[in-house]
Nanobody, 115 residues
């Protein structure tokens, strides 16, 4: 079992920045992919950015050049740095971790970008 706890969401004006954190705990030794998804009202959950099992990074086209993912292995934490935020980035952001056939989700953190 893996537990994921997100933090760092909030309200920001368009053009601003936020950094989200996702702290992992539990049986984290075999996590093979980890990243961020988001879900806006009335829309499906979508990939934002993630480290893949092959060691690369996948991005949604809409966030390329604005969002970056990083990790601190000593703290078992993954970060999402969001710059140049737009109103369309408003969503609940979820941390995700894959461990073999299992997929784990955090509780989500709200990001609201005002115009």
């Amino acid at each position: 079992q893996v537990q994921l706890v997100e933090s760092g969401g909030g309200l920001v004006q368009a053009g601003g920045s936020l950094r989200l954190s996702c702290a992992a705990s539990g049986s984290i030794f075999s996590i093979n992919a980890m990243g961020w998804y988001r879900q806006a009202p009335g829309k499906q959950r979508e990939l934002v950015i993630a480290f893949t099992s092959g060691g690369s990074t996948n991005y949604a086209d809409s966030v390329k050049g604005r969002f970056t993912i990083s990790r601190d292995n000593a703290k078992n934490t993954v970060y999402l740095q969001m710059n140049s935020l737009k109103p369309e980035d408003t969503a609940v952001y979820y941390c995700n971790a894959n461990q073999g056939p299992w997929s784990y989700w955090g509780q989500g953190t709200q990001v609201t970008v005002s115009s």
